[in-house]
T-cell receptor
Framework: AQSVTQLGSHVSVSEGALVLLRCNYS??????LFWYVQYPNQGLQLLLKYTSAATLVKGINGFEAEFKKSETSFHLTKPSAHMSDAAEYFCAVSPTTSGTYKYIFGTGTRLKVLA | EPEVTQTPSHQVTQMGQEVILRCVPISNHLYFYWYRQILGQKVEFLVSFYNNEISEKSEIFDDQFSVERPDGSNFTLKIRSTKLEDSAMYFCASVRENTGELFFGEGSRLTVL
Protein backbone atom coordinates (compact mmCIF):
# COMPACT_ATOMS: atom_id res chain seq x y z
CA ALA A 1 0.00 0.00 0.00
CA GLN A 2 1.13 3.54 -0.70
CA SER A 3 0.60 6.79 1.16
CA VAL A 4 1.90 10.33 1.01
CA THR A 5 2.33 12.89 3.75
CA GLN A 6 2.85 16.55 2.95
CA LEU A 7 4.02 18.50 5.97
CA GLY A 8 2.58 21.97 6.13
CA SER A 9 -0.74 22.73 4.48
CA HIS A 10 0.36 26.35 4.05
CA VAL A 11 3.84 27.67 3.38
CA SER A 12 4.77 31.35 3.01
CA VAL A 13 8.05 32.57 1.58
CA SER A 14 9.34 35.93 0.51
CA GLU A 15 9.95 36.59 -3.16
CA GLY A 16 13.50 35.48 -3.95
CA ALA A 17 13.72 33.12 -0.99
CA LEU A 18 14.19 29.37 -1.08
CA VAL A 19 11.07 27.28 -1.54
CA LEU A 20 10.98 23.95 0.28
CA LEU A 21 7.84 21.82 0.19
CA ARG A 22 8.03 18.55 2.05
CA CYS A 23 6.76 15.16 0.95
CA ASN A 24 7.28 11.82 2.64
CA TYR A 25 5.97 8.62 1.20
CA SER A 26 5.26 5.09 2.26
CA UNK A 27 5.34 2.30 -0.25
CA UNK A 28 5.65 -1.46 -0.08
CA UNK A 29 7.26 -1.53 -3.53
CA UNK A 30 9.65 0.87 -5.28
CA UNK A 31 7.59 3.93 -6.08
CA UNK A 32 7.18 6.42 -8.81
CA LEU A 33 6.88 9.90 -7.30
CA PHE A 34 5.41 13.05 -8.74
CA TRP A 35 4.84 16.70 -7.96
CA TYR A 36 1.91 18.50 -9.46
CA VAL A 37 0.99 22.18 -9.32
CA GLN A 38 -2.54 23.52 -9.39
CA TYR A 39 -3.29 27.17 -9.99
CA PRO A 40 -6.66 28.52 -8.86
CA ASN A 41 -9.56 27.04 -10.79
CA GLN A 42 -7.26 25.06 -13.04
CA GLY A 43 -6.26 21.45 -13.54
CA LEU A 44 -3.20 19.51 -12.46
CA GLN A 45 0.07 20.29 -14.16
CA LEU A 46 3.00 17.91 -13.82
CA LEU A 47 6.05 19.68 -12.37
CA LEU A 48 8.41 16.74 -12.26
CA LYS A 49 8.58 13.00 -11.77
CA TYR A 50 10.88 10.38 -10.33
CA THR A 51 10.74 7.08 -12.18
CA SER A 52 13.81 5.29 -10.80
CA ALA A 53 16.45 7.02 -12.92
CA ALA A 54 18.44 9.93 -11.43
CA THR A 55 17.58 10.69 -7.82
CA LEU A 56 17.77 14.45 -8.39
CA VAL A 57 14.98 15.38 -10.72
CA LYS A 58 14.64 18.72 -12.45
CA GLY A 59 11.25 19.97 -13.50
CA ILE A 60 9.61 22.96 -15.04
CA ASN A 61 9.74 26.53 -13.72
CA GLY A 62 13.05 25.97 -11.93
CA PHE A 63 11.75 23.35 -9.51
CA GLU A 64 13.63 20.23 -8.56
CA ALA A 65 13.20 17.36 -6.15
CA GLU A 66 15.49 14.75 -4.70
CA PHE A 67 14.46 11.17 -4.05
CA LYS A 68 15.97 9.97 -0.77
CA LYS A 69 15.14 6.35 -0.17
CA SER A 70 16.71 6.27 3.30
CA GLU A 71 14.46 9.13 4.40
CA THR A 72 11.47 8.08 2.25
CA SER A 73 11.30 11.68 1.11
CA PHE A 74 10.79 13.56 -2.13
CA HIS A 75 10.94 17.22 -1.14
CA LEU A 76 10.37 19.92 -3.73
CA THR A 77 12.70 22.90 -3.87
CA LYS A 78 13.27 26.05 -5.83
CA PRO A 79 16.22 28.35 -5.10
CA SER A 80 14.36 31.62 -5.60
CA ALA A 81 10.60 32.05 -5.30
CA HIS A 82 8.68 34.09 -7.82
CA MET A 83 5.26 35.63 -7.32
CA SER A 84 3.93 33.37 -10.07
CA ASP A 85 4.82 30.30 -7.98
CA ALA A 86 1.88 30.95 -5.68
CA ALA A 87 -0.32 27.87 -6.10
CA GLU A 88 -1.25 24.55 -4.53
CA TYR A 89 1.32 21.78 -4.81
CA PHE A 90 0.51 18.09 -4.61
CA CYS A 91 2.89 15.20 -4.12
CA ALA A 92 1.77 11.81 -5.43
CA VAL A 93 3.05 8.23 -5.28
CA SER A 94 2.38 5.33 -7.61
CA PRO A 95 3.66 1.75 -7.55
CA THR A 96 6.22 0.75 -10.17
CA THR A 97 4.99 -2.78 -10.38
CA SER A 98 2.39 -3.59 -12.98
CA GLY A 99 -1.14 -3.04 -11.94
CA THR A 100 -3.47 -0.12 -11.94
CA TYR A 101 -0.78 2.58 -11.59
CA LYS A 102 -3.13 4.31 -9.19
CA TYR A 103 -1.79 7.59 -7.85
CA ILE A 104 -2.19 8.42 -4.19
CA PHE A 105 -2.08 12.15 -3.61
CA GLY A 106 -1.02 14.06 -0.56
CA THR A 107 -3.27 16.67 0.99
CA GLY A 108 -1.48 19.49 -0.76
CA THR A 109 0.58 22.50 0.29
CA ARG A 110 -0.59 25.99 -0.56
CA LEU A 111 2.40 28.19 -1.33
CA LYS A 112 2.11 31.90 -0.73
CA VAL A 113 4.81 34.23 -2.03
CA LEU A 114 5.19 37.54 -0.24
CA ALA A 115 6.40 40.63 -2.03
CA GLU B 1 1.43 16.70 -27.94
CA PRO B 2 -1.47 14.30 -27.29
CA GLU B 3 -3.65 15.24 -24.36
CA VAL B 4 -6.61 14.04 -22.36
CA THR B 5 -9.70 16.10 -23.08
CA GLN B 6 -12.76 16.45 -20.87
CA THR B 7 -16.24 17.80 -21.43
CA PRO B 8 -18.03 19.73 -20.13
CA SER B 9 -15.63 22.06 -18.38
CA HIS B 10 -18.41 23.11 -16.01
CA GLN B 11 -21.85 21.64 -15.37
CA VAL B 12 -24.52 22.86 -13.03
CA THR B 13 -27.29 20.43 -12.15
CA GLN B 14 -30.14 20.00 -9.73
CA MET B 15 -29.91 17.47 -6.92
CA GLY B 16 -31.27 14.11 -8.02
CA GLN B 17 -30.45 14.59 -11.69
CA GLU B 18 -28.21 12.28 -13.69
CA VAL B 19 -24.90 13.63 -14.93
CA ILE B 20 -22.48 12.21 -17.48
CA LEU B 21 -18.95 13.52 -17.62
CA ARG B 22 -17.00 12.69 -20.74
CA CYS B 23 -13.32 12.11 -21.35
CA VAL B 24 -11.24 11.28 -24.39
CA PRO B 25 -8.03 9.62 -23.18
CA ILE B 26 -4.80 9.60 -25.17
CA SER B 27 -5.27 7.16 -28.00
CA ASN B 28 -2.59 4.54 -27.23
CA HIS B 29 -3.20 4.49 -23.49
CA LEU B 30 -4.58 1.40 -21.84
CA TYR B 31 -5.54 2.40 -18.28
CA PHE B 32 -8.13 5.04 -17.50
CA TYR B 33 -9.03 6.78 -14.28
CA TRP B 34 -11.41 9.17 -12.64
CA TYR B 35 -10.35 11.31 -9.71
CA ARG B 36 -12.34 13.81 -7.69
CA GLN B 37 -11.32 16.97 -5.90
CA ILE B 38 -13.82 18.62 -3.59
CA LEU B 39 -13.13 22.35 -3.35
CA GLY B 40 -10.13 23.00 -1.13
CA GLN B 41 -9.39 19.34 -0.55
CA LYS B 42 -7.01 16.77 -1.94
CA VAL B 43 -7.36 14.81 -5.14
CA GLU B 44 -9.06 11.47 -4.45
CA PHE B 45 -9.03 8.30 -6.52
CA LEU B 46 -12.45 7.12 -7.66
CA VAL B 47 -11.96 4.31 -10.14
CA SER B 48 -9.57 2.72 -12.59
CA PHE B 49 -10.59 0.97 -15.80
CA TYR B 50 -8.64 -1.50 -17.91
CA ASN B 51 -9.58 -3.91 -20.64
CA ASN B 52 -13.18 -2.73 -20.60
CA GLU B 53 -13.79 -3.35 -16.96
CA ILE B 54 -13.25 -1.72 -13.60
CA SER B 55 -9.91 -2.82 -12.17
CA GLU B 56 -10.16 -0.97 -8.88
CA LYS B 57 -12.56 1.42 -7.17
CA SER B 58 -12.54 3.40 -3.98
CA GLU B 59 -15.20 3.45 -1.28
CA ILE B 60 -16.38 6.76 -2.72
CA PHE B 61 -17.38 4.98 -5.92
CA ASP B 62 -20.71 3.61 -4.76
CA ASP B 63 -23.71 2.35 -6.72
CA GLN B 64 -24.55 5.88 -7.82
CA PHE B 65 -21.43 5.95 -9.97
CA SER B 66 -20.67 4.03 -13.13
CA VAL B 67 -18.07 4.18 -15.87
CA GLU B 68 -17.96 2.88 -19.39
CA ARG B 69 -16.02 3.13 -22.59
CA PRO B 70 -18.84 2.89 -25.10
CA ASP B 71 -17.01 3.37 -28.39
CA GLY B 72 -13.29 2.79 -27.89
CA SER B 73 -12.45 6.47 -27.57
CA ASN B 74 -14.73 8.08 -24.99
CA PHE B 75 -14.54 7.22 -21.30
CA THR B 76 -17.52 8.37 -19.29
CA LEU B 77 -18.39 8.81 -15.64
CA LYS B 78 -22.08 8.72 -14.83
CA ILE B 79 -23.61 9.83 -11.57
CA ARG B 80 -27.15 8.48 -11.45
CA SER B 81 -28.76 10.73 -8.89
CA THR B 82 -26.55 13.61 -7.87
CA LYS B 83 -26.22 14.79 -4.29
CA LEU B 84 -24.98 18.12 -3.00
CA GLU B 85 -21.77 16.46 -1.83
CA ASP B 86 -21.00 15.35 -5.38
CA SER B 87 -20.06 18.94 -6.16
CA ALA B 88 -16.39 18.75 -7.07
CA MET B 89 -13.86 18.90 -9.84
CA TYR B 90 -13.64 15.57 -11.63
CA PHE B 91 -10.40 14.69 -13.36
CA CYS B 92 -9.97 12.03 -15.99
CA ALA B 93 -6.54 10.49 -16.52
CA SER B 94 -4.91 7.85 -18.66
CA VAL B 95 -1.59 6.06 -18.71
CA ARG B 96 0.54 4.03 -21.05
CA GLU B 97 1.49 0.69 -19.69
CA ASN B 98 4.93 0.44 -18.08
CA THR B 99 5.59 4.15 -17.60
CA GLY B 100 3.40 4.86 -14.61
CA GLU B 101 2.95 8.50 -15.62
CA LEU B 102 -0.66 9.60 -15.56
CA PHE B 103 -1.80 12.26 -17.96
CA PHE B 104 -4.62 14.34 -16.54
CA GLY B 105 -7.33 16.26 -18.28
CA GLU B 106 -8.22 19.83 -17.35
CA GLY B 107 -11.15 18.65 -15.25
CA SER B 108 -14.91 18.99 -15.24
CA ARG B 109 -16.38 21.11 -12.48
CA LEU B 110 -19.71 19.76 -11.27
CA THR B 111 -21.96 21.99 -9.20
CA VAL B 112 -25.04 20.36 -7.65
CA LEU B 113 -27.71 22.74 -6.42
Amino acid sequence: AQSVTQLGSHVSVSEGALVLLRCNYSSSVPPYLFWYVQYPNQGLQLLLKYTSAATLVKGINGFEAEFKKSETSFHLTKPSAHMSDAAEYFCAVSPTTSGTYKYIFGTGTRLKVLA
Amino acid sequence: EPEVTQTPSHQVTQMGQEVILRCVPISNHLYFYWYRQILGQKVEFLVSFYNNEISEKSEIFDDQFSVERPDGSNFTLKIRSTKLEDSAMYFCASVRENTGELFFGEGSRLTVL
